[in-house]
Nanobody, 113 residues
């Protein structure tokens, strides 16, 4: 199983970014997918989940600003991030569970003032 995350970058506070994660080697349509992030000096934290039928969950810190979605045909999961804040800075990781857990390599998001 391989997960390839992309879309990170430098953005000003209040801006938007869209992260993508392409999965291979797994029957993507039947697994739940997740985004996590790790800020400098902090532990990795869960950000959002999307389940096979499309149900979603969000951490309180991103609710209303981030949207997770998936494309089962392309085996991809996305994270649309809007109204970005300084505290959203970190490395963002995608994850799938089959039930074995697999992680992508991470993509860096830097929010500047």
């Amino acid at each position: 199983v391989q997960l390839q995350a992309s879309g990170g970058g430098l953005v000003q506070a209040g801006g938007s970014l869209r992260l993508s994660c392409a999965a291979s080697g797994i029957m993507f349509r039947i697994v739940s997918a997740y985004w996590y992030r790790q800020a400098p000096g902090k532990e990795r934290e869960w950000v959002a989940s999307i389940h096979p039928a499309g149900a979603t969950d969000y951490a309180d810190s991103v609710k209303g600003r981030f949207t997770i979605s998936r494309d089962n045909v392309k085996s991809m999961v996305f994270l649309q991030m809007s109204d970005l804040k300084l505290e959203d800075t970190g490395v963002y990781y995608c994850q799938v569970r089959s039930p074995q857990t697999f992680w992508g390599q991470g993509t860096l998001v830097t929010v500047s003032s």
